[in-house]
């Protein structure tokens, strides 16, 4: 869905959901055009003997059009993305276990479009060259890295589970957008989700 704007934008509804910026469009029609496309290669160990791993590789291109008509990549467009998860299961004398896994998440550096200073100084945030957008990419990739530590207890007729997950454990600072400030260049790089440790307890009857 484009804008509405007779002079054409590159504003789409493709593009919500990649950010917490504030949305308060004009009017719109559903004249807006978008595609995706792309492969994927995962390979996977079901789990046996106590192991399990399972990776996967995405090479995609993600573009649309807004009221402007001009094709652009979207918010979204990365242009690859792969996972890794591992686990490794040990089972004592007594059947406890414990349970040792982490996960790494590669993407492409986000995308992002040119300040209209003037604008953003009158608005108060940040505002897009709307005829440049998504031109400009970050300087660095995405990279996460989780690791999860889990002690089952089994009993008669209950199951006691104690886990740990330390997620993004080297607290890598992956870029989610430019953000504004309130004095010169007026905006700031904010970032995605920190080192975030993490701990919980179940019971299963």
Known sequence: MASNNYKGSSFSLANTGSGFSRFF????????????????????KFFSKGFYYLASLSLFDAQYQGSD???????????????????????????????????MTFAGARRFSPIDTMATIY?????????????????????????????????????????????NVTNRKNVLKYSYIDTAPYFRQTYQLGFLPLFYYKLNF
Request: proline share 1%; charged share 25%.
């Open 25 to 44: 469009p004009d009017s719109l029609q559903n004249t807006g055009s978008g595609y995706n496309y792309g492969i994927e290669f995962t390979v996977e």
């Open 69 to 103: 008509k001009v094709w652009r990549s979207s918010d979204f467009n990365t242009n690859y993305a792969a996972n890794g998860l591992v686990a490794r299961e040990f089972v004592f004398k007594n059947k406890n276990s414990l349970n040792i896994g982490g996960k």
């Open 123 to 167: 608005e108060r945030e940040y505002i897009e060259k709307s005829a440049l957008k998504n031109t400009q990419r970050f300087g660095t990739a995405y990279q996460r890295f989780d690791l999860r530590i889990a002690y089952r207890i089994n009993a008669a007729h209950v199951s006691h589970e104690i886990a740990f997950d330390l997620v």
